[in-house]
């Protein structure tokens, strides 16, 4: 099976014409771009192969929630999946495991598809894998509450593992394969356990580049990588791509 590749583009680049060339080079089979907000309408208008990503949604339906988008008007829009639980938002905007859980069930309740990003940061690791282990599936125990009980499609539902020291803007740490599928396995026994499903995809994100982007991608424990920084420049995204047999 192709594994997804999934263009993170975080609060980049500036201008709508810079996005739509970026999408250009982006636009293929398995790639799902995640342009800002203000850009997902006119990326979707110019992309004919690849899906779209919205980088949060709200946890609401609708109402006095000034500033925010709902799950459902992202939908409208044709965006298929939502990052939620991003490390960026978890750390500088403060969202809490509860609040990524309230926004995992509003998102799957109008079919979009769920990329949940989960991830230890240095201090953990630091401490070891036992550590790092034991934080990502806490991360999951309270992400993961509000759907024990929900019915949706299994495929709807792709996590992330992101260690934020790993992450090229955070640390940029380098991370192995091996050990990044070690934390893979760790992860699918875990929601196994939870939810009792495992036919979920599992994605790896932090510093995935030309380089190293098919290391992973080689990883029966990985169905794809998220992407960052990489995902800005064409060259570097080209390369990914390759790596993925795109
Ligand atoms: P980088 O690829 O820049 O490390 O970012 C990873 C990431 O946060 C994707 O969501």
């Known amino acids: 099976m192709s594994k997804l590749i999934i263009a993170n583009w975080k609060m980049n680049p500036k201008t709508a014409r810079e996005a739509v060339r970026l999408a250009k080079v982006e636009d293929k089979t398995g790639v799902v771009i995640a342009p800002p907000l203000a850009f997902i309408d006119v990326i979707r208008k110019t992309v004919r192969h690849a899906k779209i990503a919205a980088q949060n949604a709200a946890g609401e339906e609708k109402g006095p929630w000034t500033g925010e988008v709902s799950p459902a008007m992202l939908a409208s829009l044709g965006v298929r999946y939502v990052i939620l639980g991003h490390s960026e938002r978890r750390m500088k905007l403060h969202e809490t495991d509860a609040d990524i859980a309230k926004k995992i069930v509003a998102a799957l309740d109008v079919g979009l598809k769920v990329i949940l990003c989960v991830g230890e940061p ?125």
């Open 122 to 246: 240095l201090s953990v690791r630091k401490k070891g894998t036992i550590a790092a282990k034991r934080f990502v599936k806490d991360q999951l125990s309270v992400d993961l509450k509000g759907i024990k009980n929900f019915k949706f499609q299994i495929s709807n539902l792709v996590i992330a593992y992101e260690p934020v020291w790993a992450i090229s803007t955070s640390g940029g740490g380098k991370e192995t394969p091996e050990d990044a599928a070690a934390m893979a396995k760790n992860i699918r026994e875990f929601v196994h356990f939870k939810l009792r499903i495992s036919h979920f995809k599992l994605l790896y994100g932090g510093s995935v580049s030309g380089m190293n982007a098919r290391g992973f991608l080689a990883r029966k424990e990985f169905d794809g990588v998220l992407v960052g920084s990489a995902s800005l420049k064409p060259k570097e995204f080209r390369k990914i791509l390759r790596a993925g047999n795109r």
